[in-house]
């Protein structure tokens, strides 16, 4: 038996919020949307958001690096911008290809970018220099997922692919013809033992990446696109959000649906349910929204 209740609403973006990302305290997180402000939140003080930044485009992806407690902004048609959060100061910016860009992902000392180009961009994140483009597709690279124990990241397009690449050398391993239509989502199991793959079809694919990413399940999940998953802090859980409003939690082992947030049961959100964030903080889940809020729910199992 799953119990969900709503502990609140933050409020203060004009647009739809896009992006969410965990800080190194697990009470807070920060927050980008199409009105270009990026928000810094503290779930103990609920909707006092911090503005952190303002860029002139959307923002569809973050990053935080915790070591340097610097955020990482990807504007749309612009490029990247690093913010200082202690000073609140940018101390880099990279001009990029005037396209969108759907995800960032920091492994080591690489940013590895999701454009709207079909290209995947390497940067190094110390010297802020480009190491490699890949352009794997005339259609957008919509997510991106790591896997540092194959040593390999995965890449969902527009053209119903996964692409697998070499994380050390960049080179194509594998083409997956993975579903009907963009594939919005990508996330390894926490013990990398799957990567789970959510699409604009509205089917949720799981994948057996030990066995060379043979399709192990097939689950027709929403009844429209999947725009992210995440798994709980004890990887016991995981959950989808959708276009079609909801969001939805499962078992990680039988992959069984548990529990549906909605607006009918659960005063859910009133339009696309856009990102995740599974918290360490009370087994709270953030969710953001076009509807321009960010709801936080309490999951009690």
């Given at each position: 038996?799953?119990?969900?209740?709503?502990?609140?609403?933050?409020?203060?973006?004009?647009?739809?919020?896009?992006?969410?990302?965990?800080?190194?305290?697990?009470?807070?997180?920060?927050?980008?949307?199409?009105?270009?402000?990026?928000?810094?939140?503290?779930?103990?003080?609920?909707?006092?958001?911090?503005?952190?930044?303002?860029?002139?485009?959307?923002?569809?992806?973050?990053?935080?690096?915790?070591?340097?407690?610097?955020?990482?902004?990807?504007?749309?048609?612009?490029?990247?911008?690093?913010?200082?959060?202690?000073?609140?100061?940018?101390?880099?910016?990279?001009?990029?290809?005037?396209?969108?860009?759907?995800d960032l992902q920091i492994y080591n000392n690489m940013a590895i970018i999701a454009g709207g180009d079909g290209v995947i961009s390497i940067i190094e994140t110390e010297s802020f220099s480009f190491v490699k483009h890949i352009k794997a597709s005339e259609m957008s690279?919509?997510?991106?997922?790591?896997?540092?124990?194959?040593?390999?990241f995965a890449a969902g397009f527009s053209d119903n692919s996964i692409k697998i690449f070499d994380l050390q050398t960049f080179v194509l391993k594998k083409?997956?013809?993975?579903?009907?239509?963009?594939?919005f989502s990508l996330k390894y199991s926490p013990n990398f033992k799957y990567l789970l793959s959510g699409s604009r079809d509205a089917r949720l694919k799981i994948w057996d990446v030990e066995a060379g990413y043979v399709l192990e399940k097939e689950i027709v999940a929403h009844t429209f696109a999947i725009n992210y998953i995440d798994f709980s802090p004890n990887s016991?859980?995981?959950?989808?959000?959708?276009?079609?409003?909801?969001?939805?939690?499962?078992?990680?082992?039988?992959?069984?649906?548990?529990?549906?947030?909605?607006?009918?049961r659960h005063a859910g959100h009133g339009t696309s349910v856009n990102k995740l964030l599974w918290t360490e903080y009370d087994n709270q889940i953030v969710s953001a929204s076009d509807d321009r809020t960010i709801s936080v729910w309490k999951i009690d199992f």
């Open positions: 038996m799953i119990k969900v209740e709503k502990i609140d609403s933050f409020t203060g973006h004009r647009d739809c919020v896009y992006a969410l990302v965990k800080s190194d305290e697990v009470h807070r997180f920060f927050s980008a949307a199409g009105d270009g402000f990026v928000v810094k939140w503290n779930l103990q003080k609920p909707d006092v958001g911090e503005m952190i930044a303002k860029v002139g485009h959307s923002v569809y992806a973050l990053a935080y690096l915790p070591n340097k407690n610097h955020l990482w902004i990807l504007e749309n048609f612009e490029g990247v911008h690093v913010i200082d959060i202690a000073t609140k100061q940018e101390i880099s910016t990279l001009k990029l290809v005037s396209t969108n860009y759907f690279v919509r997510c991106l997922a790591i896997n540092p124990i194959e040593r390999e083409v997956i013809a993975a579903h009907q239509n963009s594939v016991n859980y995981f959950a989808t959000c959708s276009m079609d409003k909801s969001v939805k939690i499962w078992d990680s082992e039988s992959f069984k649906l548990l529990k549906v947030i909605d607006r009918a």
